[in-house]
């Protein structure tokens, strides 16, 4: 790993039993974080090495100091990228050095140096848009009575329902659903389990969906070939990506003639239309799974509401040329 500022951090191969970047990606418990803080580390690696073929793997994370990781963060913030992104490959790096001192590659004193990196401060607003009511209504009507179109309607009918992100809805298991509760048990960041509840007309396409999908245990929503069979691995339906649950709504939407709609937008308009229903806070925190109530606070539309009604009082003058 060539650094800024730093004439030769060569290292012999690290083994990859031995490898902190390994490590520390076999410590999460979910197949998603895996993907996501593996690409942060590979970002990270292709960034400090110029090489755009290079991964984390193997690189000397045990050798990196202060003044590297400090630089690192500077060059992340160079990248013109949102600050919950730049922070995010921070949490990446932070954990692959713990795994370094974990591991005994670097002592407790340089580990503590080199993490010590403020996160970078941003006020933005919520990235995303609203789905309207008859948006979902009209890509109900367009998934049709195909397996693949009543699996999809019970999908868009659980997203706008429990705001729940794509994977946790492509980890859901058909154990986790409980119809006499209308609920599901969802697992989301950092393996945390919550309960979110179904509206009855979500029931009515899941339980419809389930007619198809039959009663065998494995993932509740699955992929399904174009003869209508479901993808299964030793006889258990496999779960959907979060790109497969992506790519369905893209089709979707598309064929209902509506705009471009992520699962992140179905969870944005889950928030608002709880707190405009007047929810406390605590408990749409809850249900969302959300770590703090700042985050879900941001998606309060009601002080936008009220400021666009005080714009609304004023008037515009009429046109009139000066005397």
């Not at 951090?9 to 490898?19: F, Q, S, Y």
């Not at 500077?74 to 995010?88: E, H, I, P, R």
């Not at 932070?94 to 580990?111: H, I, M, P």
């Amino acid at each position: 790993m060539s650094l800024p500022a730093v004439t030769d951090l060569a290292a012999p191969p690290v083994e990859p039993a031995r490898d902190p970047y390994h490590v520390y990606l076999d410590s999460l418990t979910s197949p998603e974080s895996r993907r996501s803080m593996r690409g942060c580390l590979d970002r990270l690696a292709r960034l400090l090495t110029g090489d755009e073929g290079a991964t984390g793997a193997g690189q000397p994370w045990h050798l990196l100091r202060y003044e590297h990781t400090v630089r690192i963060r500077t060059m992340l913030t160079d990248q013109g990228w949102s600050a919950a992104y730049v922070n995010k490959h921070l949490v990446a790096l932070r954990r692959v050095l713990k795994e370094a001192w974990r591991l005994g590659q670097t002592s407790a004193e340089d580990f503590a140096r080199a993490s010590d990196l403020a996160p970078v401060r941003q006020s933005r607003l919520p990235t995303g848009h609203h789905v309207p009511p008859e948006v979902v209504g009209a890509a109900l009507s367009a998934c049709g009575d195909s397996p693949a179109g009543v699996r999809d309607a019970a999908l868009i009918a659980v997203l706008y329902s429990t705001g729940c992100r794509r994977a946790e809805i492509g980890g859901l298991a058909l154990a986790d659903y409980d119809p006499g509760a209308r609920s599901l048990r969802v697992r989301g960041k950092r393996d945390k389990e919550r309960l979110v509840y179904l509206t009855t007309d979500a029931i009515g396409l899941v339980e419809r969906w389930l007619a198809i999908r039959g009663s065998a245990p494995g993932a509740l929503f699955s992929p399904i070939s174009k003869a209508g069979r479901l993808r299964e691995r030793d006889g258990r339906p496999v779960g959907l990506t979060g790109q497969g649950i992506a790519d369905i709504l893209a089709r979707r939407l598309g064929e209902a003639g509506a705009s471009r709609r992520t699962a992140h937008d179905f969870r944005r308009t889950f928030i608002g239309e709880l707190l405009d229903a007047g929810v406390d806070l605590a408990t749409a925190q809850a249900l969302v799974g959300h770590s703090s109530p700042a985050t879900t606070a941001r998606y309060d539309r009601r002080p936008e509401t009220t400021r666009r009604a005080a714009v609304d009082r004023l008037r515009l003058p009429a046109a009139r040329p000066l005397t």
